[in-house]
């Protein structure tokens, strides 16, 4: 009999909230399927993921029925419905457990009876497919490749039912296709995989399916043909406007001579020469690993040098992490307050000025909720939102669009390309996604095993994408 997940009349609430994320959903899910789980940023998608494999219950208060193969899930513990689904997470690092790789992909394993000799052979496959090093310390991975870590762990596991939330956020392209020829497989050799994310113009060639959530209801429905179309007219109205204001660089902010640096004695990047001048706007492209956050690092004076000089001309009067803000890939790191509002409050530079960037970012509908009750594309958006409220003269962005539908991207664009216009703010971003990165794009630096590959303008940007999807209309066009 083939696998089937049933979802009946399911409704979910968190604890601290009086609304209902979920609502009357129901769904009748197969072995083969390759389905993917689409909305907007706080739709439920995670929810719906965290309701499937029993991590929920913790939280909030759940109705309606989950089985699998007729057997319920409901009011299972978390540890047994593992035995049968295995999750990879959003927050890559915080699924981590523990020093080594080799350890990290055994942990679940292990938890599962494998015999040693079957687990040795799942690490070596596991590491080969997703281009990991059994040997490697996890606390030196890249956010790509943590990704790629707790992604090789799920799947070593062996499960039939393989969750994943926005499994692609922070892969590149090489990493991206081995992923999602992966699941392809595993589908068609009569696995479920779920897939919630955002990049469904790079997803859906792959699935079989697309499921759209909307305000916590189920809202399309659709096969994979009829999901292609859906996504193409989505794209086709989708206004990402360019954050470039077209402002002329003038004085030097920055200057990186001959600069390496790295973690313990290993070198991440190698004899980096860059000039940044005040006004100018950004993006750095590279494979995971290659250096792009070891730089944001080294630009905010949170690593140091090994050889070479840094250099700034800022004011000198002020605080260094008060005139270079820096926005981490995970925004847990930077959210500490009770409420959206006094996040971004804290550290404002006037409160006048918290009001306009809540205004502007569109987050005065979630003043009053607690940072740690959104989804990880709001708790994104209200991260960059804080760090520019504190108005730095250059802004630090690593991956600022993961977990964000379209609409949270064009409000972060359009705010950055205001507040950009009005204090000639520096920005430098680094990013895996071309709807944020052609928006951000004026210059663009392209890095490769820890040494500028090129510096230019939106060629290099083609270049880069078109080498890494190459059948992809929008970077053809």
């Avoid at 035995?83 to 938890?111: H, K, P, W």
């Avoid at 081995?178 to 060639?205: F, K, Q, Y």
């Avoid at 360019?242 to 990186?256: G, K, T, V």
Wanted: proline content about 4%.
């Amino acid at each position: 009999m083939a696998l089937q997940l049933t979802i009946s009349h399911l409704r979910f609430r968190y604890a601290t909230a009086s609304e209902w994320v979920l609502q009357d959903v129901s769904l009748d899910l197969r072995g083969g399927e390759f389905v993917v789980i689409a909305g907007t940023s706080g739709a439920g998608k995670s929810t719906l993921l965290n309701c499937i494999n029993g991590s929920a219950v913790v939280y909030g208060e759940m109705h309606g029925q989950i089985a699998l193969n007729g057997v319920a899930l409901t009011g299972q513990p978390v540890a047994q419905i593992a035995r049968s689904i295995s999750t990879v997470a959003q927050d890559a690092e915080g699924q981590i457990v523990t020093l080594r790789v080799e350890d990290e992909i055994a942990f679940g394993c292990e938890n599962l009876g494998v015999t040693p000799e079957a687990i040795q052979q799942r690490i070596t496959r596991s590491c080969a497919l997703l281009d990991l090093n059994p040997d490697q310390a996890t606390s030196t991975l890249s956010g790509g490749g943590q990704q790629r870590l707790i992604t090789a762990a799920a799947l070593a596991m062996g499960t039939h039912v393989i969750l994943l939330d926005e499994p692609l956020a922070n892969l590149d392209a090489v990493g991206t296709a081995r992923l999602l020829d992966t699941l392809r497989d595993l589908a068609s050799h009569g696995a479920l995989v779920i897939v919630a994310e955002h990049r469904l113009d790079i997803i859906l060639p792959y699935a079989t399916r697309l499921i759209w959530i909307e305000d916590g209801r189920v809202t399309l429905d659709l096969p994979h043909d009829e999901a292609l179309h859906y996504v193409e007219r989505l794209i086709r109205h989708t206004n990402i406007v360019s954050a470039s204001n077209r402002h002329i660089p003038s004085d030097i902010a920055i200057e990186l001579d001959s600069v390496s640096a790295g973690y313990a004695a290993v070198p991440v990047l190698r004899d980096i020469t860059l000039t940044v001048r005040q006004g100018e706007q950004i993006v750095v492209l590279g494979e995971n690993g290659c250096g792009k956050t070891t730089l944001l690092r080294v630009i905010a004076g949170l690593l140091k040098p090994q050889q070479g000089q840094l250099r700034y001309s800022l004011d000198r009067h002020r605080p260094l992490l008060r005139q270079i803000g820096y926005v981490f890939q995970n925004p847990n790191s930077q959210l500490f307050m009770d409420s959206v509002r006094s996040e971004i409050a804290v550290q404002a530079e006037s409160p006048a000025l918290a009001e306009e960037v809540m205004e502007r970012f569109g987050l005065m509908p979630l003043a009053g909720r607690h940072p740690h009750a959104l989804s990880t594309g709001q708790k994104r958006l209200v991260a960059v939102a804080a760090m520019v409220a504190m108005r730095p003269d250059i802004l630090l962005l690593d991956e600022p669009s993961v977990g964000q539908d379209a609409g949270g991207v064009e409000r972060m664009l359009a705010a950055l390309g205001a507040l950009r216009q009005q204090w000639g703010l520096t920005l430098i971003v680094v990013t895996h996604d071309w709807r944020c990165a052609s928006a951000f794009g004026e210059r663009v630096i392209w890095i490769e095993k820890g040494a500028i590959h090129r510096d230019g303008n939106a060629s290099v940007l083609h270049d880069y994408f078109l080498r890494a999807y190459p059948c992809r209309d929008e970077v053809n066009r």
